[in-house]
C-alpha cells in the first residue's frame, strides 16, 4: 500500500517523459546581455543550426539581439513570456538558466524542459520540474547534488577562441600592469579593492592598482582587448558558477591572479597556470600578486599554461558535449543522470 502511494505521489510531481519529436524550442532571456543567458542563446543556435528546429527568443523587458555586447550570427525571432506561455504544447522545448526558476515553468508549462545550471546563487529555489538538467562545473553538480539530491551531467561553459583580439607578447606588455576585474554585490564591489591596495602596500609599496573594471558595458571585443594588453588579471569575484573572464584572460597570456569563485576551479590550478586562492582570503590574493609582480618569469610561465588550459573550452568541444544531450532528450525528454 506504501509503495503504491509513493508511486502515485512521484507521478504527480514529476516531469513526465514525452515521445513526440520536438517542435519548436523557446530560450528564456537569449538575447540577455549577460555569460550565462549568451551560453543559453547558443544551446537554442545548436538545435536550430545542427538539428533543424524553430526557435524563439523570450524576452522579459526590452532586449533584443543588437545588445551592444555580443555577436549573435542567427537572428531568433523575440516572443514575451506571456505569449511563450499561451503558445508552448506539449511538442515544445523550453530552455532556461536556474535565475528564472521564480517563474516555476516546470511545474506550470508543457514541454520538454531543460536547464542549464550555471550559478548557485541566482536562484532563492531551484525550479525542479524540468525535465533534465546540466551543470557548468563540478562544484556546481556538488552544490546541486547536496542541497536538492540532483545528479546532473557537467558541462562547462566555452569561450570563442576563434573570436579573440590579437593580444602582445606577454613580456612585450607594460611592466606591473594590472587590470582588477570586480564582480559582486555594490558593498562588496566597494570594498574589496581597498582591503587588496592595503594587503598589497604592506608587502610592496606602489603597486598600481587602479585600472579597474567594474561590471562594464563594454562590446565584448573592447572588453577582451583590455583583458589582453595587460600582464596581471587580478579577478575579484568571490563566486561564480563557472568565470569566464578570467578563462578569457588565461586565453589571451594573461596570469591570472584573484579568488578562484569556487567555479573556477573547473579549470585553475593554483601555482600551475594561476595564482588563486578562495573567497574570502584577500590576503591570499596579494600575496599571489606580489609573488607574481616580483617573479615575472614564473608569471610569464603561468600565462603561457593558462593560455594551453584555455584552448581546451573551445566552442567545438561544448557543442560537441551538448550534442549528446540533445540526441536523447529530443528522443524522450529526458537524459539519464550519472551515478
Excluded at 546541486?144 to 579573440?164: D, N, Q, S, W
Excluded at 555594490?186 to 602596500?201: D, M, T, Y
Excluded at 561590471?215 to 579577478?235: E, I, K, M, T, W
Aim: glycine letters at 8%; aromatic letters at 12%.
Amino acid at each position: 500500500m506504501k509503495d503504491r502511494l509513493l508511486t502515485r505521489l512521484r507521478g504527480l510531481v514529476a516531469p513526465r517523459p514525452i515521445t513526440s519529436p520536438a517542435r519548436r524550442v523557446f530560450v528564456v532571456g537569449a538575447y540577455l546581455p549577460n555569460g550565462g543567458t549568451y551560453m543559453a542563446y547558443h544551446l537554442g543556435r545548436i538545435l536550430h543550426v545542427d538539428f533543424g528546429l524553430e526557435v524563439a527568443a523570450v524576452v522579459l523587458g526590452d532586449e533584443r539581439l543588437e545588445n551592444g555586447i555580443f555577436d549573435y550570427d542567427v537572428n531568433f525571432p523575440a516572443i514575451s513570456i506571456a505569449d511563450m506561455e499561451q503558445q508552448i504544447v506539449d511538442e515544445d522545448v523550453l530552455v532556461a538558466n536556474p535565475s528564472f526558476s521564480n517563474y516555476f515553468f516546470g511545474p506550470r508549462l508543457p514541454g520538454r524542459k531543460l536547464m542549464y545550471i550555471q550559478d548557485f546563487k541566482t536562484f532563492a529555489l531551484l525550479d525542479r520540474y524540468f525535465n533534465h538538467y546540466v551543470c557548468v562545473s563540478s562544484f556546481v553538480a556538488r552544490f546541486i547534488k547536496t542541497t536538492y539530491g540532483l545528479r546532473a551531467p557537467v558541462i562547462p561553459a566555452f569561450i570563442e577562441l576563434g573570436r579573440l583580439p590579437t593580444a602582445p607578447a606577454w613580456r612585450d606588455r607594460p611592466a606591473g600592469s594590472i587590470l582588477v576585474h570586480l564582480k559582486g554585490d555594490s558593498a562588496f564591489r566597494s570594498i574589496a579593492p581597498a582591503k587588496l591596495r592595503e594587503a598589497v602596500a604592506r608587502r610592496v609599496p606602489g603597486v598600481d592598482l587602479d585600472h579597474i573594471l567594474d561590471q562594464p558595458a563594454l562590446p565584448q571585443a573592447d572588453f577582451l582587448a583590455r583583458l589582453g594588453a595587460c600582464r596581471y588579471l587580478v579577478s575579484l569575484s568571490p563566486a561564480e558558477g563557472f568565470g569566464l573572464v578570467p578563462l578569457e584572460a588565461m586565453a589571451l597570456g594573461t596570469t591570472v591572479i584573484g579568488f578562484d569563485g569556487f567555479g573556477g576551479r573547473e579549470y585553475m590550478r593554483p601555482g600551475k597556470n594561476c595564482l588563486v586562492t578562495s573567497y574570502p582570503d584577500i590576503e591570499g590574493v596579494a600575496e599571489g600578486l606580489v609573488a607574481a609582480l616580483i617573479m615575472p618569469a614564473f608569471a610569464e610561465r603561468l600565462a603561457e599554461a593558462g593560455r594551453l588550459t584555455a584552448l581546451q573550452f573551445g566552442y567545438q568541444r561544448f557543442r560537441a558535449a551538448w550534442h549528446s544531450q540533445f540526441h536523447r532528450f529530443l528522443e524522450t525528454g529526458r537524459v539519464a543522470c550519472p551515478t
